[in-house]
């Protein structure tokens, strides 16, 4: 059974920076492609950012292009996303998800097959 479990969120001030970390297990990781997605309170989960399986394929939403940093590392089924320059905005529940089949629609959240619980982020103004 594949397992995905985040870690690393916690709270931070405006400005700020976290690195949230995702160790996948019971799956190979190296089929699949791996995203970040936030989920705010009231509001439907969002994608963040994907890196595709050999880590050169990188997608960000706009608003998070050039502060957040998604990277991979298959020797440890390990997906960290480098988030700075923290915004308010930025607050909610942070989850990894695995996608096996390479959608092609990176931004939603049904193409993923795996999801981790999720970890808390919140940026105080």
């Known amino acids: 059974q594949v397992q995905l479990v985040e870690s690393g969120g916690g709270l931070v001030q405006a400005g700020g920076s976290l690195t949230l970390s995702c160790v996948v297990s019971g799956g190979t990781f190296t089929s699949y492609d791996m995203g970040w997605f936030r989920q705010a309170p009231g509001k439907e989960r969002e994608f963040v950012a994907r890196?595709?399986?050999?880590?050169?394929?990188?997608y960000y939403r706009t608003s998070v292009e050039g502060r957040f940093t998604i990277s991979r590392d298959n020797a440890k089924n390990t997906v960290t996303l480098q988030m700075s320059s923290l915004l308010p905005e930025d607050t909610g529940v942070y989850y990894c998800a695995a996608d096996q089949r390479s959608s092609v629609t990176v931004v939603k959240a049904a193409n993923y097959d795996y999801w981790g619980q999720g970890t808390q982020v919140t940026v105080s103004s």
């Open positions: 890196v595709n399986r050999s880590g050169g394929t990188i």
